[in-house]
């Protein structure tokens, strides 16, 4: 029997019927481990030695592999044949070698481009061994991504609250979108003043020409650059007379786009379909997969991750019968078109995106795909066809026209241009970004002595505009450029930065929140180096070079980590008063925008003389007064003007009225404050508020709305089983239904306002057939961040006992007279590790009652031999930092090593961990651990 290993049952399921009885296809799901995000999972003291982690999904899998590998003559490798598939047969095989499964099998690599009969075969009948550069560059791109985002990331948390994450892609990515935005906000419109003559031939054909030399000089676009200018050529070219000068014509020949690769077809369907990135890939990788096409599932394009833009030679020769039979011969050309490939590394440059099968055209398959599948199928199939045709031959002509006012003369120009053979416009007409709208506009024939007649001048005032803001498409093509980031990595880098609320999309543009402008503030001012455009291009052609076999990937590692490591350790003791300087600095035209009348931005507008600057405080970063407490004015931070919150009308000059309460006569008026824009009704001591939920926009706020969240929890019914109210509500964490004492998600914000009872008792029910519990936890008051060593979020929740502090399985009761809107993370980890080391584990549970009276005889010893305390007794802080010890060290041990790490045990390297965990209990506040929640 033969075993092969394949990514997804899809794959395994397509591919075990074109290889028949004597094969056994598995999936290994994807990525079977990963470095675990914790401390020493990769270690630079031991020469970058890497652990590994197998999840237990992923786990049991790879038991039902080993079995059947261990049966086996022989082990195929079939995975994607790109740098992240080399890398699942690699950890597979690792694996499988751990568990002793191999015992003398043939092992074989194979790689296909396209999941068809003949392409699955051919790729059996040539197997390789794995290719270990290529291994090794997926180690270092691991590695660094690691070593960056585990190092900088802490940083992030303990000096900007809010902060999510940094890393070695995303950072770069999110710079040039805050760049642009800067761009934006500093650029200053320019005058400028277009003059178009409106003309006319003698059998009266209407044509426009544009003003192209004034007083001796050529006019270019911000040539006449004020109304007076303007004026006077208006005046003149209203009273000349016009003559045709020159007429030239020449033939212009526009070529085929190449065919697609990775990057080129995000933007393309982005351009056209209005696809993210990651949508395109989604669907791109069903394609890819298959689908069932006369009672047989078939790929129907090729694979979707590639640098390459040629394409196989008998693909061409399809290609061309094609269009012969499309189109006819006069559309194909007579030699095939060959593209060069623009791929730093050849190694990654596969054939380009392309269907299986040419002849399986988009209207052919229609029936068989998804709306969404069939779009994208269309796309690529029209791209590959064009990029085989004949060339379009387009006609460009020119004429310059003089005009005469007495001893003054001035000349025009109009421009456009005839299609004399279509070529593969007739299929497929990309407008290109740089292509002149006029210059397609046809012309009236017209000769050298021709005078036009004179129907209009027209002077038209005009103001330089700003870059726009990049899209999905132009920063994928921009990220490309520079060679920042690869092509498989774009759609997961634009992902992590709308997930980590860094950027929002508005209108397909990208536009960046101001946490991700303080976040890039930050890392400019100290970590610039990091995210220079240069430094990060420069990494991935190292990249590259280590997959081609030319450089050694520790090396490069030993290199970055060199410098990187000391930059950390140099911003640990960096305060917060440094932090805001330089950030006040960097977005001081954003945080204060020029006033409209010409005041300080930096001005106060409660107090008069305090200066605003930027705070940071539990919850975030806002705008304070530097006369704190006198003064608590304070707003948020994409706020401007006298927009603000707190104190003494620091709420003045942003509030507008949306109208009245038809119930009370009270004016509805929409604010903003600290934590975001909000409505009120009326004034008074309490007045009833209603903060905006993610996703709307306060500049389009109505009446209509406003009253339906400060009217909010509303009563959706009665329950019919257990007669007590369903309750609709938004809380911390989105819409949500109350009901006896339980919690429901509800999809969305609207459906808080138009959910009826038939359908929340259907949702409650469903929850409850999920093992939905009658009570859920408690809503977060506050997220204080990610822990520092163990990874997951450290939160304030309000219990019925009281508040506390949260992490995973973990609950520590705040001291009494401790105010939660002050803990923070340093505090709340103190807590929580204490915590811990008081909790009995579940096997101290089970034996507590048996050795009670012997740990109430010897509390110190007990609580040293055994990482869970019966609970009798407080351990001392020796005893805490033994069972930390012993805690780490077990869970250490679970992880597996790299090739890197091999014949080494983990012990070793998690005894690094241990000592820096241990530590922390040691530090712990002396408080009173209280009821668990």
Not at 775 to 784: C, I, T
Not at 898 to 904: C, L, M, S
């Amino acid at each position: 029997m033969n075993v092969v290993i394949v990514e997804s049952p899809a794959k395994a399921k397509t591919i075990n019927k074109y290889l028949g009885p004597g094969y056994q296809v598995l999936a290994s799901f994807g990525h079977i481990r990963d470095l675990p995000a914790k401390d020493g999972s990769v270690n630079p003291d031991d020469d970058f030695a890497m652990l590994w982690e197998v999840d237990g999904k992923s786990s049991k899998r790879m038991s039902e592999i080993a079995s059947a590998v261990k049966s086996s003559n022989r082990l195929i490798l079939a995975t994607d044949p790109d740098r992240e598939g080399e890398a699942i047969s690699w950890h597979v095989l690792q694996v499988l070698r751990d568990k002793r499964a191999i015992k003398g099998q043939e092992i074989q690599r194979v790689v296909f481009n396209a999941i068809t009969k003949q392409a699955v075969l051919e790729a059996m009948a040539n197997p390789r061994a794995i290719d270990e550069p290529l291994v090794d560059a997926y180690l270092a791109r691991r590695a660094l991504d690691y070593l960056v985002g585990f190092n900088l990331s802490p940083v992030l948390w303990r000096k900007l609250p809010g902060a999510r994450s940094a890393g070695r892609v995303q950072s770069v990515a999110l710079r040039l979108i805050c760049d642009r935005e800067t761009e934006i906000e500093k650029f200053k419109p320019q005058e400028y003043w277009s003059i178009v003559a409106k003309l006319e031939t003698g059998k009266q054909e209407a044509f426009d020409a544009r003003l192209s030399v004034w007083a001796g000089k050529k006019v270019n676009r911000l040539s006449i650059g004020d109304g007076n200018t303007a004026g006077e050529a208006k005046a003149m070219l209203e009273r000349a007379a016009f003559e045709v000068s020159s007429v030239e014509s020449k033939p212009v020949k526009r070529n085929p786009y190449p065919p697609f690769t990775t990057s080129t077809l995000q933007q393309a369907a982005n351009y056209a379909l209005g696809f993210s990135a990651q949508k395109t890939m989604q669907v791109a990788q069903r394609l890819y997969e298959g689908t069932d096409i006369g009672g047989e599932t078939v790929g129907l394009i090729t694979y979707m991750r590639t640098d390459g833009v040629q394409i196989a030679p008998e693909a061409i020769g399809a290609v061309r019968k094609v269009i012969d039979r499309e189109f006819g011969p006069a559309y194909v050309p007579k030699k095939p078109r060959f593209y060069s490939t623009k791929a730093k590394n050849a190694q990654e440059a596969h054939e380009a995106i392309r269907p299986t099968d040419l002849f399986r055209r988009p209207a052919d398959v229609r029936r068989m795909l998804e709306p969404d599948q069939y779009k994208l199928y269309e796309l690529i199939w029209m791209r590959t066809v064009a990029s085989q045709m004949e060339s379009a031959v387009l006609e460009r002509t020119t004429v310059d026209i003089l005009a005469r006012d007495g001893g003054r003369s001035a000349e025009l120009r109009a421009v456009g241009s005839v299609v004399k053979f279509d070529g593969f416009l007739r299929l497929l007409d990309e407008k290109r970004d740089d292509e002149d709208d006029e210059e397609s506009r046809r012309l009236p024939i017209l000769q050298t002595g021709d005078k036009p007649a004179r129907k209009a001048i027209e002077a038209t005032q005009h103001f330089t505009e700003p870059p726009p803001r990049y899209t999905e498409a132009t920063l994928v093509k921009k990220m490309e450029e520079l060679g920042i980031g690869r092509p498989s990595t774009y759609a997961s880098t634009l992902a992590v930065l709308r997930d980590r609320e860094y950027v929002r999309l508005d209108k397909r543009r990208l536009i960046p929140e101001d946490k991700g402008r303080l976040v890039i503030a930050f890392l400019e001012s100290f970590f610039e180096r990091y995210v220079e455009y240069g430094f990060t291009a420069g990494l991935e052609e190292q990249l590259d070079k280590i997959s081609a076999g030319e450089l050694s990937w520790k090396e490069v590692l030993r290199q970055f980590w060199e410098e990187f490591s000391r930059a950390v350790a140099g911003i640990k003791e960096l305060r917060v008063a440094q932090v805001l300087d330089a950030i006040n600095e960097l977005l001081g035209d954003h945080i204060f925008p020029p006033r409209a009348d010409g005041s300080d931005p930096r001005a106060c507008p409660t107090c008069g003389n305090g200066k605003l600057s930027l705070k940071l405080g539990k919850f975030g970063s806002f705008i304070g007064c530097s006369n704190y407490p006198d003064c608590r004015y304070t707003r948020q931070l994409n706020s401007s003007g006298g927009e603000g919150d707190g104190g003494e009308g620091g709420e003045g000059n942003g509030d507008r009225v949306l109208g009245q309460d038809p119930d009370t006569g009270l004016d509805v008026t929409l604010k903003s404050g600290r934590f975001g824009p909000y409505v009120q009704l009326g004034d008074g001591d309490k007045p009833k508020r209603g903060s905006l939920p993610k996703g709307w926009d306060a500049a389009t706020m109505t009446l209509e709305r406003a009253l339906k969240l400060i009217n909010l929890p509303r009563t959706v019914g009665i329950h019919p089983e257990t007669k007590k109210p369903i309750v609709a509500n938004i809380g911390r964490f989105g819409p949500y239904l109350q009901h006896d004492g339980g919690y429901t998600n509800l999809p969305s914000v609207e459906d808080v306002f138009e959910v009826g009872e038939n359908r929340a008792v259907t949702l409650i029910a469903e929850k409850a057939a999920r093992g939905g519990r009658g009570r859920s936890a408690p809503a977060a008051l506050a997220n204080l961040g990610e822990h520092p060593t163990l990874s997951g979020p450290v939160t304030v929740r309000d219990g019925r006992y009281g508040a506390y502090v949260n992490h995973g399985d973990i609950n520590a009761t705040l001291p009494k007279g401790t105010d939660p809107k002050a803990v923070t993370l340093d505090v709340a980890i103190a807590l929580i590790a204490e915590r811990a080391l008081a909790a009995p584990s579940k096997k101290a549970k089970a034996g507590a009652k048996a050795k009670s009276t012997k740990a109430a005889a010897k509390p110190a010893k007990a609580a040293k031999g055994d990482d869970g305390a019966t609970g009798e007794t407080k351990p001392t802080a020796k005893a805490k930092t033994g069972a930390a010890k012993a805690a780490t060290t077990k869970a250490a041990t679970k992880a597996t090593t790299t090739k890197a790490a091999t014949g080494k045990t983990a012990a070793t390297k998690s005894k690094a961990a241990a000592t820096t965990k241990a530590t922390a209990p040691a530090k712990a506040t002396k408080a009173k651990a209280a009821k668990d929640e």
